[in-house]
């Protein structure tokens, strides 16, 4: 790796050579690692960093690169030639390209019509937007002001989007007049115009043609379409604001489902480094490299995906279902586009697997390098998926980290073995670490992932919380000075890690911690299930485990099956993991991000009240549970 040659010669270190030698000195010495970061990919600001940080021993409370000022947007457009910077497809396959040049020239017209209406740093501006294009120019457009961007997808409802921009008060919102999911049509603009009413601050709302050619727009008041708002203004030159190491750059929100979303503010320095630091040291980004991640821009990997314009590199965005019109779409795609990095979330590896998707037989992927995975824990059957049904010779990389810091605390090594089940390596530069209950440090034991050293994309803090209560008590509270992620996680003998689902809904039957993973890792290997979600629920002074199942269209629960998911569970994990009820259900509840509500359930099981189900994007398949184990007892 050119990397470690780099830091090697530059620090005076002969003996470095592995990348678990890297990581040790990356961790041991953040000042020279952060410092090599920026000049290995060429981080442009006003001045060259004389310090890199101050008051490391503080967390929070460290500050990062104090001094220098620079631009998000202005790293993500220093290329501005005929190479191509966005490939957008959707359900119906791909629909047109943006060279760094035209990409560039709209950023400006963009940023253009933001100034002509006021915009100014530190204000918001939102995205309620598909995956496209236009998307991508109206956040940097707003990041070459200093102003904050912050997004959710469109099938956010009223609610969701409300809950999120009613907090962050944002002058402009950009839209889209609906989008396409599974063959159908949604609209978009009666939510917007209802959404306008209940956030006073909106000024003024675009709106991107998409769904049809000539939008509606009366409803919504003071509205414009989108090509009409980026010609109003001449443009001579993109400007870019020189701003703080620190700035406030993106709003991210939790996910809500215990009570209103926390508005996360990520600053524009510290994402901007810990992104090139995690696609080009640990994915091995280069400029001639095509990388697709599926996601919305409700989901933090968005943001990570659109950092990789800074490396040069050609982005493909995807907007609509995975399966539509045919299972193999996404890999149709990746054929078709000649990906080199092909990302999407753990569950729909799995789901790819179950539809019977076998690009291996069906497709030419010669030119993949890399397959990533995040969202929930890749199970080990995945890896073998991959290996066997994709592609033999590419770098699996799982990766782990999250909205709270905008980026990974496990991920991938692409000059390092990969072992199935594992991620491959902790993130350079996070001193991560395994806590028991006490903050003692365990090996090869299950327990709490902390991070016990600061890191540049740490949050800026929290929307209208001026003095980080809310900051401190969401990662400080357990162990004072030590980020605590909320993960139940193993450091393995080969370096790397395994992710046993999340602490906050581990179950404890007979005072013996399991991880929800560890259930969901056997059962689903059943061709019966679909997925699987396991609550704990107190049961004659003890707690027993109950398994909600959803299960293939053809298929019901019998005695039969449930024995044979009970078997399964024992063989592959403990007798202590086998659930003493197994319960088909129609629907499992989800967050806006995609991901099973576990809490939701477990509070509803409880008797308890679910704070917010508007934090759901399917908050009725909740009532499916409600009484449900009174019938079963």
């Keep these: 790796m050119a990397f470690i040659a780099a830091v090697r010669e530059t620090w005076n270190l002969p003996g470095l050579s592995t990348f678990q030698d890297l990581y040790r000195w990356s961790v041991d010495y953040p000042d020279q690692f952060w410092l090599s970061v920026w000049r290995f990919c060429g981080i442009k600001a ?70 002509a209406a006021g915009v100014v740093k530190g204000d918001r501006v939102a995205g309620y937007m598909p995956n496209m294009p236009e998307t991508v120019v109206a956040m940097l ?19 969701g989007a409300r809950d999120r921009f009613g907090q962050i008060q944002p002058k402009i919102l950009v839209t889209a007049d609906g989008y396409f999911y599974n063959g159908k049509t949604h609209d978009s603009l009666e939510r917007v115009s209802r959404l306008r009413g209940e956030v006073p601050s909106i000024e003024r709302v675009v709106v991107v043609p998409y769904a049809r050619p000539d939008p509606p727009l009366a409803s919504l008041g003071a509205a414009e379409l989108y090509e009409d708002f980026v010609r109003q203004q001449p443009v001579s030159k993109l400007e870019f604001e ?37 696609l080009v040291l640990h994915t091995d980004l280069k400029r001639e490299d095509r990388i697709f991640y599926f996601s919305t821009c409700g989901w933090m990997m968005w943001n990570w995906l659109v950092s990789s314009l800074a490396v040069g590199a050609t982005i493909v965005l995807y907007d609509g279902s995975p399966f539509h019109p045919e299972p193999a779409q996404l890999f149709d795609l990746a054929e078709q586009e000649r990906l080199t990095v092909f990302g999407a979330s753990a569950k729909y590896i799995a789901a790819a697997e179950k539809a019977g998707v076998q690009p291996a037989a069906t497709h030419d992927l010669s030119t993949l390098r890399t397959v990533l995975s995040t969202g929930s824990p890749l199970a080990p059957e995945s890896f073998d998926y991959v290996y066997q049904k994709v592609k033999k010779d590419v770098c699996l990389a799982s990766i782990a980290g999250g909205t709270d810091l905008i980026s990974c605390f496990a991920l991938g090594n692409p000059i390092g073995p990969v072992y199935r089940g594992e991620l491959q390596t902790r993130g350079l530069g996070m001193k991560v670490e395994i806590f028991d209950e006490e903050g003692r440090t365990l090996t090869q034991e299950k327990g709490e992932l902390v991070c016990t050293a600061p890191f540049p994309s740490m949050p800026v803090g929290f929307w209208n919380d001026p003095e980080d209560r809310k900051y401190r008590r969401a990662y400080f509270e357990s162990f004072p000075g030590v980020w605590r992620h909320g993960d139940y996680c193993e450091l393995t003998a080969t370096g790397g890690m395994i992710f046993w689902g999340r602490s906050d809904a581990v179950l404890n039957p007979g005072g013996v911690r399991i991880g929800t993973a560890e259930i969901y890792r056997a059962v689903e290997k059943l061709p ?106």
């Excluded at 109950?546 to 078997?567: G, H, P, W």
Aim: net charge neutral.
């Design 46 to 115: 006003d001045t060259e960093p004389q310090i890199v940080v101050e008051e490391f021993d503080k967390m929070p409370g460290a500050r990062w690169f104090p001094g220098v000022r620079l631009n998000f947007a202005e790293n993500l457009l220093r290329f501005a030639d005929g190479h191509e910077a966005i490939v957008f497809w959707n359900e119906a396959g791909r629909q047109r390209t943006l060279s760094y040049r035209e990409l560039h020239a709209q950023v400006a017209q963009f940023a253009a019509g933001l100034r």
């Design 528 to 633: 019966e299930v679909l997925e699987a979600l396991a609550v704990g629920q107190d049961w004659q002074n003890d707690v027993r485990v109950i398994l909600f199942v959803t299960l293939r269209q053809d298929v019901m629960l019998d005695e039969r099956l449930a024995q044979s998911i009970q078997r399964e569970i024992r063989e592959n994990a403990t007798p202590r993991h086998v659930p003493a009820k197994v319960i088909q259900v129609a629907d499992l509840p989800r967050t806006l991000s995609g991901k099973i509500a576990e809490l939701a359930v477990r509070n509803v099981i409880r008797g308890e009240t679910v704070r917010n189900r508007d934090s759901l994007s399917n908050p009725r398949a909740l009532d499916l549970f409600k009484d449900l184990l009174a019938l079963r007892t």
């Design 141 to 159: 457009a707003t990041a070459s002001i200093g102003a904050l961007w912050s997004s959710c997808s469109p099938d956010f409802g009223l609610a």
């Design 242 to 278: 020189q701003l703080p190491f620190d700035h406030p750059l993106y709003i991210m929100y939790s996910s809500g489902t215990t009570g209103p979303p926390k508005c996360i503010v990520h600053g524009a320095g510290g994402t901007l480094i810990q992104h090139l630091k995690e």
